[in-house]
């Protein structure tokens, strides 16, 4: 039986390979092609984590932070104390650096990120192991299955 999966080239791709080596598939009886694109198009990593909208949130930490200890100390000498000043001065912090980081990523004029390569990966096994294999392959994110009787 031969079962056939096209994923994006991430990180998914690497942990189902991993895993079909888990359930007793051996290297040789996997194949990964690469598939070739148009050389026009160019490909962009994505951040399949989200880490595009961790960033803001980031910069708007580090700078409620830094904002937080300025302004606890400067409310020493103020009239609300160094609590108050500090909060103040945290939701400040944090609103500057979310917004400043916003403001710079929408400049840069970023575009939406392109697709990413695609590869196949081909899997040669017993029929009893073409469902958990192909369930390995949706659960990391395969594009498309397709099952393939081996020819006699």
Same mark, same amino acid.
């Given at each position: 039986?031969? @079962? ?11 942990? +189902? ?33 989200? #880490? ?6 980031? =910069? ?5 932070? =830094?904002?937080?200890? @300025? ?24 609103? +500057? $650096? ?22 196949? @990966? ?5 029929? #009893? ?6 369930? @390995? ?8 299955? $397709? ?6």
């Amino acid at each position: 039986m031969l @079962i056939i999966g096209t994923f994006e080239h991430s990180f998914e791709l690497e942990q +189902a390979l991993a895993e079909l080596e888990q359930t007793g598939i051996e290297r040789r009886y996997m194949m990964v092609v690469p598939m070739d694109a148009d050389p026009k198009e160019s490909f962009v990593r994505t951040d399949v984590s989200g #880490e595009q909208n961790r960033k803001p949130i980031e =910069a708007g930490m580090a700078c409620a932070t =830094a904002c937080c200890v @300025i302004g606890t100390s400067v409310g020493f000498r103020l009239a609300w104390g160094p609590l108050i000043w500090g909060l103040i001065s945290t939701v400040i912090g944090f609103a +500057a $650096g979310f917004g400043t980081f916003k403001a710079v990523q929408k400049s840069e004029g970023r575009k939406p990120p392109s697709r990413l390569p695609e590869v196949t @990966i081909i899997v040669q096994c017993r029929e #009893e192991l073409s469902n958990p294999v192909r369930r @390995i392959m949706w659960r990391y994110r395969a594009m498309t299955v $397709g099952r393939l009787p081996e020819p006699q």
